[in-house]
């Protein structure tokens, strides 16, 4: 039998919050999953509203498009709705189950379950595990808890079945292993991951100084093809891994791991960019960025967070964070290392929306050493 499932396509930046908004309006489809694509993201929802929309449109800025599509009610995709129906089907006393998972992340053989999922379901625990197993195709089950408060916000992942914690993800033909009780995989970079890959850093020396598993040392080596990258993390455990998705990519020889704080262990004078993936601000780290750009200078790919004031454009919002940052950046260039610099803004890239007014973005920074017979000005 056929059935007409309903989406909202809207751009990827904006996934997760309007996800958020639909959920309190009663209208996003839990039974099945949002798709990022490289550009938008398709939302699940049971109906169309055109007050819904209006409301997405005012809050984000952009108006969402409608899709439509004909499936199979039987098809296994919709696993959400094939667990429930099994569940429904094959436990004595199942209506007294209300916290069965609404979303999943699949890493290699084992679901991570949302942290809210079978908490009240010890009795029937073995029976659901065994059913999620079947359904999803899986011989581990993992449930999220909130993470544990130090320095590293680091996971506390329970493994409700299986004890081996390790896990893989692949991206953008990358292979990502991590330990999912130690480490948590950063699912919402995937554009800023693609941009990279789609740059030229042959005979370029990187260095990213919040290297964490490698999600950008990684397409800086095997896709931008760059010459070496230096790799600071103060996280042992993101290290560990770290280490090993070099080793499987076969990138190894051309990659420097510094563990400790990059403020303390990253080199001077060493780079043709420097990659700053802290938000919300990777401010802490701009004297080390600086310090390490060659002599004549390089790029550094800014990230940050930026919170649009009510009645503002998100675009002026980036370009006054950008220009900001771009004279801090020209100070800390001239008080380190000396000279008359300049600085441009290549590009401001969005890599996803926290809210109806919080983005994520990077900016591209080129700065340069002026001759002493320039005439660019100086800050």
């Known amino acids: 039998m056929q059935k007409k499932q309903r989406f909202l396509v809207i751009e990827k930046c ?5 996800r958020e908004l639909l959920e309190k309006e009663g209208s996003y489809d839990k039974t099945r999953k949002m798709v990022m694509f490289e550009s938008n993201a398709e939302l699940p929802v049971t109906v169309f509203s055109e007050s819904v929309e209006e409301r997405i449109a005012r809050e ?28 429904h089907n094959s436990i004595d006393g199942y209506q007294t189950l209300t916290d069965l998972p609404q979303t999943y992340e699949i890493y290699d053989d084992l679901i991570l379950l949302p942290s809210q999922a079978l908490r009240n379901s010890e009795v029937f625990l073995d029976q659901i595990l065994e059913l999620i197993c079947d359904v999803f195709r899986v011989k581990r089950v993992a449930r999220k808890n909130a993470v544990v408060n130090d320095k590293f916000r680091s996971p506390r992942t329970d493994l409700l079945l299986g004890s081996d914690p390790w896990v893989f993800k692949v991206e953008n033909k990358i292979k990502y292993n991590f330990n999912i009780r130690k480490s948590m995989f950063c699912r919402g970079n995937i554009s800023e991951k693609i941009r990279i890959s ?31 990258v230096i790799a600071c993390e103060w996280n042992p455990n993101s290290v560990e891994a770290l280490r090993l998705n070099l080793k499987e990519a076969k990138v190894e020889d051309r990659c420097t791991v510094l563990l400790g ?9 060493v780079a043709d960019r420097v990659n700053l993936g802290l938000i919300p601000s990777s401010s802490i780290s701009w004297k080390t960025a600086v310090l390490a750009l060659k ?21 002026a919002a980036w370009e006054a964070l950008s220009q900001s940052t771009r004279d801090s950046i020209i100070k800390l260039l001239v008080q380190e290392k000396g000279g008359s610099w300049s600085a441009e803004i ?18 591209d920074l080129l700065c340069k050493l002026n001759s002493t017979n320039s005439d660019l000005p100086l800050l």
């Open 60 to 87: 984000f800025g952009t108006v969402p498009r409608r899709k439509e599509k004909e499936v199979d009610v039987q098809d296994p995709k919709n696993l959400i709705q094939l667990l429930n129906h099994k569940v």
């Open 346 to 363: 290549l590009h401001i890239e969005c890599v996803k929306s926290y809210g109806p007014r919080i983005y994520h973005i990077v900016l």
């Open 295 to 315: 002599g004549e200078g390089g790029t550094l790919h800014i990230h940050a967070n930026v919170e649009v004031k009510p009645g503002e454009k998100k675009r």
């Open 198 to 228: 789609q740059f030229f850093c042959a005979g370029e020396v990187v260095v990213d100084l919040f290297a964490g598993i490698g999600y950008f040392v990684l397409p800086y080596l095997v896709h931008a093809k760059a010459s070496h």
């Open 261 to 269: 704080d990059n403020r303390e262990v990253c080199p001077v004078s």
């Open 14 to 18: 904006f996934g997760q919050k309007c």
